[in-house]
């Protein structure tokens, strides 16, 4: 029996390979074209990847945390007839692209930039456009090869979702797919016993899975504010000049709490400092803050954020001071907690527990002493158990490393290859250029080793509250041994096969401890 090999698909121009975070469908499980197969992280964003035809998940070719190259082998697929997925027909036509819908409440969009210019070829998986939703700025990718023949809209143009965005030119087989306007004439000489019925306007595109966010270089300050269409609608029915507004979205996106802060008066405007993505339900019952470690930034939690919200999370994760995307600078570890109580306030979220990573846990501890709701504490290879900790690898971080050094210091964090492009390195290695975390390092860790202590506070929540500690057994940045003082109400998780970042060496582990328990 035939069997089609299902390879890494390429989700934005820049990715070179991928995580795969997850399958969300099981082998032998038969799939629609347009259902989700499996998750996949790349070092901008963690998206889904949706089947471009019918078929059955034959074999899995790779598991969960392993890194991918684009085009490698990832899965062995079959028809349902138990047939190779197979085109129907050959020849071409032309049909008109609709704009799709990102997400479940985008009514319209904005198109930012076209990536093809008309006339030029692409293949699948290469960007098509940009659009920038209530939500986010986000690359949408080709299922398929094709030409693009014309633009029929303007840059900037707000859109609804299922109106008509371009004409492409594409192989007759691929012209049943999803996301097609219906056409006035018949397709051009199809093979007699192929089905290439007409489809609805795009309004549930499947495809719609697959888009990648999108991290740009900063905007002209003399150039319009990027906002997303619902800010620009508020401010607007306000009276608000969207100048005079700090965005805390990505590269500084004016979004709609931003408007809303505005229109408060002001009283939120530190929360404004703080960068954050939000996964999940909002509202959901159980509420889960997140909080990275040092050097860190909220995209560590990318794919474990995402993860928890599709378990039934709110989710809500920060860059703390002095690190991504927030202003706020950290001179101290007191620093690191210093606004969370305002910004959790003007987010109305109150979160129900706390998962915190490495130094991320000093910051943790303080505020869970503050927030009389929290029913749990979840700490990842937290700091402030001992004296001992990699000063080589906090040296490194803090001093401004090259992009060549910050890969050796990066290959101490896990058990496994990191696998971290290129692009991802030097990425970082800008960030970390700025020295913004100079001051925080000494503050924290000195020759000695580490200078913040997190035992008695432990022991006060742990009365009050479910407290866990989860360490990797290859830990080389804290010792794991460390936790041996932890009080005895403490529950302590042990995982084999990981390093300082066990929800990227062992997610699966880290994911169970958590599922079962949304509402």
Sequence with gaps: MSAAILTMPRLGETMEEGRIVGWLIAEGDAFKRGDPILEIETDKTVAELPALTDGVLAEKLVAPGDMIVVGAPIARLKGEDGASPALAASGRVTRTLAMPRLGETMDEGRIVGWMVQPGAAFKRGDGLFEIETDKTVAEFPALMDGTLVETLVELGSMVPVGAPLARVEIAVADAAMEGFLPEETSLAAPAPDATL???????????????????????????????????????????????????????????????????????????????????????????????????????????????????????????????????????????????????????????????????????????????????????????????????????????????????????????????????????????LGAGRLTALAEDAFGAGGQKVDIVEPLARLSRRMSVRLVVGLEDRIIPWTQVTVAPSRVAIHLVAGAGHMPHWDQPGEILALFEGDAA
């Design 197 to 431: 019925g007409t489809t609805a306007p795009a309004t549930t595109a499947p495809v719609a899975a697959c888009v990648a966010a999108v991290t740009h270089a900063p905007a002209d300050p003399a150039a319009p504010r990027r906002a997303t269409p619902i800010a620009r609608r508020l401010a607007a029915r306000a009276g608000i000049d969207l100048a005079s507004l700090r965005g805390s979205g990505r590269r500084g996106r004016i979004e709609a709490r931003d408007v809303e802060a505005a229109l408060a008066g002001g009283a939120v405007a530190a929360a404004g400092a703080i960068a954050f993505d939000r996964h999940g339900t909002p509202g959901a019952a159980r509420r889960a803050l997140l909080l990275h470690g040092f050097a860190g930034d909220r995209t560590t939690f990318a794919a474990f954020g995402n993860q928890l919200g599709r378990a039934g999370y709110d989710v809500l994760v920060p860059d703390l001071p002095g690190h991504g995307g927030t202003d706020a600078e950290a001179t101290g570890a007191a620093d690191l907690s210093a606004p969370l109580p305002g910004f959790l306030a003007a987010q109305r979220f109150a979160p129900t527990e706390i998962v915190a990573h490495s130094l991320g846990a000093v910051a943790a501890v303080a505020l869970a002493e503050a927030l009389p709701g929290l029913q749990r504490l979840t700490l990842l290879c937290p700091a402030g158990l001992g004296l001992a900790i990699d000063s080589d690898f906090i040296a490194g971080m803090a001093a401004r490393p090259s992009p060549g050094a910050l890969r050796h210091l990066l290959r101490r964090l896990t058990a496994r290859p990191a696998g971290l492009s290129d692009a991802a390195v030097a990425g970082l290695a800008a960030t």
